[in-house]
Structures are given as C-alpha cells and as structure tokens.
C-alpha cells in the first residue's frame, strides 16, 4: 500500500513538472512571437523608407527565429528585388505560396513573383504571373501598378532575344571594375580619357550614405590610354576639386577633355539637383564645380536636372528635367549656345519622349547621334539604350532600340561611344560583372552608327 502510495506520488510530481515545463515553453512562445512581431514592423518599417539592408537584417532575425515564416521570405524577396539582386529575389520568392500569406497580399505576392521572373529572364512565366495579377486586381490597381506595362515589356524582350544579333560584349576590366557599382561612363573624342562614378570604400571621405541606400557616397574616377604600354591606367579618383565627402556623379566630359559636366545636389541651394561644370587647370586638376550657365535659368530649374552632354563645339546642350510641361516623369531637353548666350530649352517631343522615364542622354560629339535611355513600353524590361539620328534637315529620327544583347531584361542606364561610333562603353549588369555594375566594352561596328 505504501509502494502504491510512494508511485502516485511520484506520477503527481513529475506530472506536476510537465505542466510546469509546459506552461514555461508557452510563456518563452509567446515572448519570441512578440519579438518576430516587432521584427516583421521593424523590417516593413525600414523597408518603406528604402532602407533594404537595414530591412533584410531584420527579416533574417525573423528567420533565425522562425525559419518557416513565410512573411519574412515574401519581404526578403522584396528587399533583393528593389536591391537589384533578382536571383537572390527569386529564391526567397519561389519559397513562398499565396496561400501562406493573408488574403489581402495574395494579389501582391503575384505581381511580385510577375516581376521578379521577368528580372530572370523567365518571360513566358513572367506574363502568366502578371497575366493573373491583372485578372483578380481592381481597375484602380491595374493603372496604379503599371502591369500592362511590364507585360509589354516581357513580350518585347521575348521578341528582341529571338532577334539577338552577334555583338561582343567584353568586361573593361580589373583597372576600372570593383565588387562595388561602377556606372556613367565618358571617353573624350580621342579616346584617351574616361571617367565614370563608382560608389567605393576610398570614396572621399570614406562616408556612407544613411539616408538612403546605405552604400558608400558616389566618387568621380579616372583612367587614361597609355600609348606606350597599350593599356589603360588603374583608375584613381579624379584629382581636383570634383570629389566631396558627399555624392558626386559625373555626367559628360567634354569631347576636348577640358571640362567635366557633374550632378550635384546640395542643400538649401539646388533644391533638387542642377547640372555644374568644372574646368581642368594647367596642372591637370580640375577646379571647383560652377552651375552650369549660371546665369540662365533654362537649364538649371527649380526642378530636377540630371544628365547632360554637349557636342564637340560646346554650342549645343541636350539634357534632363522633370520640370513642368514635358511627355513624362523625365524629358530630354535641347538647348543652343549662341555666342556666349545660351537661348531657350526645348523639349525634343513625344517621338523621343516617351510618357514614362528618360534617365540618361548622350550625343556624340559631331551632333547627329543621340543616345538616351528610356523605361517605356518598348523596352526589355527597366531601362534600356535606344539611338537616333538627325537626317539632313536637322530633324531626329524615330528612336530604336539598340537590341539585344546591349540591352537586357536588367537596367541599361548609361552609355557613351567612341568619335568613330565603333566602341561603345556603358554601366550595366551584365554576367561577368565583378559585383554589381561594371563598366562593359561593345563592338558597336556591326551597327554602322557612323556611316
């Protein structure tokens, strides 16, 4: 009796201790999906005011936690997507199911993973996606979410792939390229001298930029053609005062080498970024940056200009402005230089811009090439190179394409072409690159630019 007696008491207090052990787990459960929660706010948090790295750590922690939670997949997809690393976009994406996710971001998640495949290059899936996106979205969110748009570009790049002509395309190389993004490049006529921006740790200053996207602030760099040992010069930041501890992109350098065109944006005094100039001193280094035509305001607005580039004269000016009046977000202006008055900006039109985003403009320096990069319909996808000619009346042809393989279904922004039109040089992502983009070389001589 008292064996039985002792066992029952045992039984008692060891069941005792599971009730114990499971009223503490439960409390641990509900402490950590109080921190997952926090986590999933902080990183959604930080995901909308474009802190994607920021936003992917806490996303990962969420991971840590919980690696089956299907929220934080979905947002790290997000976050490698507006970060440009689609592959890495498409893991996390493909981890994910609609019905893992609340109703309400079900259409979200479709139009992602949409998007995301046309970035692959996946196109007959990309427009499934996309297809079913715009058949269970509203009407509001089918204009507000431009997925036409993406679905005429995912037909467009299928049609260009099946068109590809043989154009070799060449890495620049070890002298110029870094694990960093390397972009905006610009050869003088005599295609001795480049400069391009990159965003490095020994940018001036060494800052990065928190506000935004928290890599390094942008740098102007240099390389030279040297004749002797027939190669290019490593590229070292651009000696003078181009540079600041703050961002600094150049835009054109002069087709004579003599000056540089720059973006600048500086607070409380260009509002929202104005085109400046700086010249080379005997020395070799380049002076401090001025607005450009400073006193003429046809060209810096209150506005936004951002890219700029003059024929070999010097007369003649095409750049980019979101100011009032034009097709789109951002058009392609002209301006002519009479004497030492520059006249009156003109917008090139609707045959050249387009109603959605001119980023990047370019004219070879005899002024019957444009070159400008453009995120319309009749892309591959983001933002593509188109080119057209001025015929004997001095009127722009209609644009085209530049095709594949120069462009992709990834974002071709800016590019520049030797005075012979045979080489051309742009910033993109293309494989082979050493980080994020590099500066490619094309043989443009199939092409005959330049007939």
């Known amino acids: 009796m008292k064996f039985l007696k002792y066992c029952f008491l045992l039984l008692f207090f060891f069941s005792g201790l599971n009730i114990f052990s499971q009223e503490r787990d439960t409390t641990l459960n509900i402490i950590e999906k109080g921190k997952i929660k926090y986590r999933l706010e902080d990183g959604k948090n930080k995901l909308y005011t474009y802190d994607y790295r920021g936003a992917l750590q806490a996303f990962r922690e969420v991971l840590q936690a919980e690696p089956s939670n299907v929220l934080a997949k979905f947002r790290i997809a997000q976050c490698y997507y507006e970060l440009k690393r689609f592959d890495l976009s498409k893991k996390y994406i493909d981890q994910v199911t609609d019905g893992g996710l609340k109703k309400k971001m079900r259409k979200e998640f479709i139009f992602l993973k949409g998007k995301i495949y046309h970035r692959n290059e996946q196109l007959p899936e990309a427009i499934s996606y996309l297809e079913q996106y715009k058949g269970k979205a509203k009407k509001k969110e089918v204009l507000d979410s431009e997925v036409d748009r993406f679905i005429l570009q995912c037909n467009y790049a299928e049609d260009a792939i099946k068109r590809e002509r043989a154009i070799e395309i060449v890495n620049f190389g070890d002298h110029v390229n870094t694990v960093n993004p390397e972009y905006s490049p610009s050869i003088t006529a005599d295609g001795k001298t480049m400069i391009f921006t990159s965003r490095r740790p020994d940018t001036k200053g060494g800052g990065v930029d928190l506000d935004f996207d928290h890599k390094y602030y942008e740098d102007i760099y240099v390389t030279t053609w040297d004749d002797e040992d027939e190669e290019w010069s490593a590229s070292k930041g651009?000696?003078?005062?181009?540079?600041?501890?703050?961002?600094?992109?150049?835009?054109?350098?002069?087709?004579?080498?003599?000056?540089?065109?720059?973006?600048?944006?500086?607070?409380?005094?260009?509002?929202?970024?104005?085109?400046?100039?700086?010249?080379?001193?005997?020395?070799?280094?380049?002076?401090?940056?001025?607005?450009?035509?400073?006193?003429?305001?046809?060209?810096?607005?209150?506005?936004?200009?951002?890219?700029?580039?003059?024929?070999?004269?010097?007369?003649?000016?095409?750049?980019?402005?979101?100011?009032?009046?034009?097709?789109?977000?951002?058009?392609?202006?002209?301006?002519?230089?009479?004497?030492?008055?520059?006249?009156?900006?003109?917008?090139?039109?609707?045959?050249?811009?387009?109603?959605?985003?001119?980023?990047?403009?370019?004219?070879?320096?005899?002024?019957?090439?444009?070159?400008?990069?453009?995120?319309?319909?009749?892309?591959?996808?983001?933002?593509?190179?188109?080119?057209?000619?001025?015929?004997?009346?001095?009127?722009?042809?209609?644009?085209?394409?530049?095709?594949?393989?120069?462009?992709?279904?990834?974002?071709?922004?800016?590019?520049?072409?030797?005075?012979?039109?045979?080489?051309?040089?742009?910033?993109?992502?293309?494989?082979?690159?050493?980080?994020?983009?590099?500066?490619?070389?094309?043989?443009?001589?199939?092409?005959?630019?330049?007939?």
């Open 238 to 451: 651009i000696p003078g005062s181009l540079n600041t501890e703050f961002h600094d992109a150049c835009l054109n350098i002069s087709a004579d080498g003599k000056y540089i065109y720059i973006y600048r944006n500086i607070l409380n005094v260009t509002r929202t970024g104005d085109i400046y100039v700086s010249k080379k001193s005997k020395s070799g280094k380049w002076g401090t940056p001025k607005p450009v035509a400073d006193n003429n305001k046809e060209i810096n607005s209150t506005y936004f200009e951002s890219s700029a580039s003059l024929t070999a004269e010097g007369n003649e000016m095409y750049f980019v402005s979101d100011r009032p009046g034009g097709n789109g977000l951002a058009d392609i202006y002209y301006i002519k230089k009479t004497g030492s008055t520059w006249g009156e900006a003109v917008n090139l039109g609707s045959e050249i811009n387009s109603k959605y985003d001119e980023k990047f403009v370019y004219v070879h320096p005899q002024g019957n090439l444009l070159f400008f990069s453009s995120d319309g319909v009749n892309s591959m996808g983001g933002y593509d190179i188109f080119y057209c000619k001025k015929n004997g009346e001095g009127k722009w042809g209609i644009p085209q394409n530049m095709g594949s393989p120069i462009n992709t279904v990834l974002d071709e922004k800016t590019f520049t072409i030797t005075a012979d039109g045979k080489t051309g040089y742009i910033g993109a992502y293309y494989e082979g690159s050493k980080g994020e983009s590099d500066i490619f070389k094309i043989d443009c001589s199939s092409l005959k630019l330049i007939e």
